[in-house]
């Protein structure tokens, strides 16, 4: 049999593109049809946004746009130019260029630029970088940045920190009723909740078929097809999406069609994608016949504690109990969890240079897992959006040893 060296794609992707470009033609129409934008953090409080009216825009979604068509190495420079450090997150670094410079993938689709906001929302669950971020463009258009502080490294998510990020998100619709001219609706937030837990339990189905060998889809795949569970979630068409994917899903685990023709390992990818490579490292995964079937970055948007009886507690529940403001502890026995589930031979870790909050390498994680599940690994450096920290070539012999690693297991 011939190495396999094209993704197959899914007959889904046509409404993936459908869906995705009528909620940009919506964020780009905002202004003209009198909606008001609000840019809201990847693990924000959207469902509060959305359902208090607002055109909900992800700038984490354009930093990924940018990584994906390399055109954020050549903007990086124009934030560093102004203060902010080559060293930070390079999701910030070139969505402040690309506003300096005023190009942005969106002018390849025939459309303005990213929407200025009337409103910023961040959760530094993730990172301070994205308040720092926010703050910029606040200052910049003089808007109200508005933000919840959630603690880092939790252990056991307790209910006093359920209290407080629920209280802080509690705290945002004041002023957010002030930006909406409108008042929040209880019984809209409790719908917008259900739909993006609806929408959340979708992606996870997805992302779960990947347990079955061979898997249907790989964490390349998952890259791409993740686009609503980010931006829509608390949208009917997120909803809507994921039925049809998941179908078409479970119609190739029945058939037992793979997404590596002849699959002989199965890799686990930690950290960030390396958005300008994910081509390339689908084809060399490919080619060495290795399904790279899960990822831990794919499955930071499912949000099973989302509670449309209790919107509030739910959604800070749903937020803080995120791998990436987890303990170690908790980060090693959901790893543990996640190698066993997906049958995984060996796992991969990015190391990312401009997100440590991303790198889970840096403390002694991959040793202390492969003693304890005797799964081997690998370390690549890069980072997800400045090529210029990726060696192209480190990274292909590197993962060519590993596999050869583990066809020797
Ligand atoms: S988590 Fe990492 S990639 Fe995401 S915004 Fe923060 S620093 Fe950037």
Avoid at 167 to 184: F, H, I, M, N, Y
Avoid at 322 to 343: A, G, P, Q, T, V
Wanted: aromatic share 10%; net charge neutral.
């Amino acid at each position: 049999m011939p190495a396999p060296t094209e993704r197959k794609d899914f007959a889904a992707t046509a409404r993936l593109k459908e869906v995705m470009g009528k909620y940009f033609m919506e964020l780009m129409r905002g202004r003209e049809e009198g909606k008001k934008t609000a840019w809201c953090t990847s693990v924000g409080p959207a469902e509060l946004l959305r359902a208090m009216g607002f055109n909900v825009y992800f700038p984490e979604n354009h930093g990924a746009m940018l990584g994906a068509t390399r055109m954020a190495t050549d903007l990086i420079p124009l934030a560093n130019a102004r203060g902010f450090s080559p060293d930070i997150c390079s999701y910030l670094t070139s969505d402040i260029g690309s506003y300096l410079k005023g190009e942005s993938p969106f002018q390849k689709m025939k459309m303005p630029g990213p929407p200025r906001a009337d409103v910023l929302v961040y959760n530094t669950n993730q990172c301070r970088d994205v308040k720092d971020w926010f703050q910029f463009y606040a200052r910049e258009w003089n808007v109200p940045c508005l933000g919840i502080h959630t603690p880092r490294a939790i252990g056991e998510l307790n209910d006093s920190i359920i209290e407080d990020v629920a209280r802080q998100t509690e705290a945002l619709v004041e002023p957010l009723q002030d930006v909406a001219g409108a008042k929040l609706d209880p019984a809209r937030l409790r719908e917008t909740v259900d739909l993006s837990r609806r929408c959340t339990m979708l992606w996870k189905a997805v992302l779960d078929t990947a347990a079955g060998v061979p898997a249907p889809i790989t964490f390349f795949d998952g890259t791409i097809q993740m686009g609503p569970a980010v931006v829509l979630r608390g949208h009917p068409d997120a909803v809507g999406y994921y039925e049809v994917l998941l179908a078409e899903l479970q119609g190739r685990v029945a058939a037992k069609a793979a997404a590596v023709e002849g699959e002989r390992f199965r890799i686990y990818w930690e950290g960030m994608p390396v958005w300008g490579k994910l081509r390339d490292l689908a084809t060399q995964f490919a080619a060495l016949r290795a399904c790279v079937v899960a990822s831990t970055y794919c499955n930071s948007w499912v949000f099973e504690a989302l509670d449309p009886a209790d919107p509030f507690r739910g959604m800070a529940r749903a937020y803080s109990n995120l791998f990436i403001c987890r303990s170690e502890d908790y980060k090693e026995k959901y790893l543990m969890n996640m190698i066993s589930k997906f049958k995984v031979d060996g796992v991969l870790y990015h190391d990312s240079k401009t997100c440590p909050n991303n790198s889970n390498n840096r403390y002694q994680m991959p040793q202390r897992l492969q003693q304890r599940t005797g799964k081997p690994y690998l370390v690549v450096n890069g980072d997800l959006n400045d090529l210029r920290l990726y060696s192209e070539e480190q990274a292909r012999t590197g993962i060519e040893a590993f596999v050869e690693q583990l066809s020797q297991a």
